[in-house]
């Protein structure tokens, strides 16, 4: 059984930054995708960033520049350093861990909440 569990929400300014962490447990296959996705109310889950088991990283167009994604393989961690924080930016943000063994495995954390405002 493989478990996620997210840290590191919570209620910022405009501006500010926050940092995301987010710890896998079980039983995981070593070349895997962890990823960070956020789903605003009203809207639907979109992508944030994204990272390969061998560092290749990718972002959305609208967090460039201001969201940085990394990981710990030996830790089976993610983190999402989120800078220049906006209102729009405020969403439950979840953490996705996916690999593909024949067939795909997806596994998705709680969600943490990212609140943006003054």
């Known amino acids: 059984q493989v478990q996620l569990v997210e840290s590191g929400g919570g209620l910022v300014q405009p501006g500010g930054s926050l940092r995301l962490s987010c710890a896998a447990s079980?039983?995981?296959?070593?070349?895997?995708?962890m990823g960070w996705y956020r789903q605003a109310p009203g809207k639907q889950r979109e992508l944030v960033a994204a990272?390969?088991?061998?560092?290749?990283?990718n972002y959305a167009d609208s967090v460039k520049g201001r969201f940085t994604i990394s990981r710990d393989n030996a830790e089976n961690t993610v983190y999402l350093q989120m800078n220049s924080l906006k209102s729009g930016d405020t969403a439950v943000y979840y953490c996705?861990?996916?690999?593909?063994?024949?067939?795909?495995?997806?596994?998705w954390g709680q969600g943490t909440q990212v609140t943006v405002s003054s």
């Open positions: 079980g039983s995981i296959f070593s070349i895997n995708v």
């Open positions: 996705k861990l996916s690999w593909l063994r024949i067939i795909t495995y997806d596994y």
């Open positions: 990272i390969t088991s061998g560092g290749s990283a």
